[in-house]
């Protein structure tokens, strides 16, 4: 089966760091993303892996292990426009490789000042 | 703007009614995909086209949808005698070549059936 799993809601202070954590387990695989989501809107595009590591980029930095099925995005300086869901997604389950993303819940997060 | 556009945003409906939502893909992308969210939910795929050729079905989408991108540009999803369970966003997306290539999303279409 295919299954991605990451906490239903987390809530942090304006200013402080948060890792949103995403543990996943699909037939194939071919890279992670993880989505910004806010409220009525489309999913916007934050981070890729697709080999173990660290991507940094400004505020946000995304880590992957592909040993473990695990992933976290880190977002640093938070601030109230922050507050969204945020998707992880694993890419290129078999069979065959469409590239299609499978979603976990999404995870929403809530900057309080 | 070079983004993926949909129309309509919006569409109430009464259950029992035939609608068509139009994805508008980012022009050099050959891959297209519809997924549908609901209320905190992830979105789910539902199919994939590459150029003009549905390549991927989900089980999730019934014999009452349908899918089709006649030139390898936009693309339409059809779904016929609308029931409550399919209320929903539907969203579409659009990338560059193999997987692992980023998709983009389209703000999607919002459907209410009554």
């Known amino acids: 089966g295919q299954n991605i799993d990451q906490p239903t809601e987390m809530t942090a202070t304006e200013g402080a760091i948060v890792q949103i954590n995403c543990t996943y387990q699909?037939?194939?695989?071919?890279?992670l993303f993880w989505y910004q989501q806010h409220a009525g809107e489309a999913p916007t595009f934050l981070s890729y892996?697709?080999?173990?590591g660290l991507e940094e980029k400004g505020r946000f930095s995304s880590f992957l292990s592909r040993s473990k099925g695990y992933s976290y995005l880190l977002l640093k300086e938070l601030q109230m426009k922050d507050s969204a869901s945020y998707l992880c997604?694993?890419?290129?389950?078999?069979?065959?490789?469409?590239?299609?993303?499978?979603f976990g819940q999404g995870t929403t997060l809530q900057v309080k000042p | 703007d070079t983004g993926v556009s949909q129309d309509p945003r919006h569409k109430i409906t009464k259950r029992g009614q035939n609608v068509t939502f139009r994805c508008d893909p980012i022009?050099?992308?050959?891959?297209l995909y519809w997924y549908r969210q609901t209320l905190g939910q992830g979105p789910e795929f539902l199919t994939y086209f590459q150029n003009e050729a549905q390549l991927e079905k989900s089980r999730l989408l019934s014999d009452r949808f349908s899918a089709e991108r006649p030139k390898g540009s936009f693309s339409t999803l059809e779904i016929q005698r609308t029931e409550q369970g399919d209320s929903a966003m539907y969203l579409c997306?659009?990338?560059?070549?193999?997987?692992?290539?980023?998709?983009?999303f389209g703000p999607g279409t919002r459907l209410l059936v009554l």
């Open positions: 022009s050099e992308h050959n891959r």
């Open positions: 997604a694993v890419s290129g389950s078999r069979p065959g490789n469409t590239g299609k993303l499978i």
């Open positions: 892996n697709v080999l173990d």
């Open positions: 699909t037939s194939g695989f071919n890279g």
């Open positions: 997306a659009s990338s560059l070549t193999s997987g692992g290539e980023t998709q983009y």
